[in-house]
């Protein structure tokens, strides 16, 4: 009889504590050009916060949107981009007293660093000798929406549009160009700079506004609280090193 009685006492203490460290999970959905920062971001935090575990998923800011509109368990959204997290607002997965905007960036067109050719200027682009060229896709990739911007406002997005190889992520358009499968792209500086070896900056391209992240916290995550304590730490000057290592600059 004691042995029926310890063993689901045994269960329920086990399954308190499963909860407990699933509690203690903090998960961050972070826009694909934000990875290799916050994978060097989360250590960091976690010895900052014993018992606390990071949990980190990227992808494009679109594609995280729609994984959290869907029901995705998330804490922590960065986008890259305003209108991925406008949108989020508006469907009420965030509060706007609880968005920051916390890096910017800037847009750069790459081409394969073997590449013998380069635009020096984006209408460059239009001629023949860049046939294939790598842009985010508009629909759900931020830098494909920057880029998309930029080239309508040059009149040069009818020319440019059929030369496309869509990206589903920036890291992919990154990917692409420097494995010599594309001759030229548009990536985020800071993207570029992971690859000097193998991609090569032509062009720096201003954008009509500036390439601003925010990160907000969710009310309906897991661990909502703990993700706003993530958010501060974002400011705090370990964390901001490490985004500045990378080429982040200030909001």
Same mark, same amino acid.
Do not use: C, F, H, W
């Given at each position: 009889m004691k042995h029926r009685l310890i063993r689901p006492l045994g269960l329920a203490l086990a399954a308190g504590l499963c909860l407990a460290a699933q509690a203690a999970d903090l998960t961050v959905s972070a826009a694909a050009s934000l990875t290799n920062a916050f994978k060097d971001i989360a250590p960091l935090f976690e010895a900052a916060h014993p018992g606390t575990q990071v949990q980190l998923n990227f992808a494009?800011? =679109?594609?995280?949107?729609q994984q959290i509109a869907k029901g995705a368990p998330a804490d922590v959204f960065a986008s890259a981009d305003q209108e991925t997290m406008d949108q989020a607002q508006a469907q009420k997965l965030v509060q706007p007293a609880q968005?920051?905007?916390f890096v @910017?960036? @800037?847009? %750069? %067109?790459? %081409? $394969? *660093?073997? @590449? *013998?050719? +380069? $635009?020096? +200027?984006v209408a460059d682009l239009t001629q023949p000798a860049y046939a294939r060229i790598a842009? !985010?896709?508009p629909a759900s990739v931020p830098v494909g929406?920057?880029?998309? !911007? %930029?080239? #309508? =406002? +040059?009149?040069?997005w009818g020319a440019i549009e059929p030369k496309m190889v869509g990206a589903t992520n920036v890291r992919q358009a990154l990917d692409y160009v420097q494995r010599g499968e594309v001759d030229a792209g548009f990536v985020y500086a800071t993207d570029a700079a992971l690859m000097a070896d193998k991609v090569r900056v032509a062009l720096t391209v201003p954008t009509p506004k500036p390439i601003l992240y925010p990160v907000a916290s969710l009310p309906a995550g897991p661990n909502? *609280?703990? =993700? #706003?304590k993530f958010i501060e730490f974002l400011f705090t000057p370990p964390a901001q090193a490490v985004l500045a290592?990378? =080429?982040f600059g200030k909001p």
């Open positions: 494009a800011s =679109g594609v995280l949107l968005r920051r905007d @910017s960036n @800037s847009l %750069v %067109v790459i %081409v $394969p *660093a073997t @590449s *013998a050719k +380069a $635009p020096q +200027a842009i !985010g896709l929406r920057y880029t998309k !911007g %930029v080239l #309508e =406002g +040059a009149n040069l909502a *609280a703990m =993700g #706003e290592r990378y =080429g």
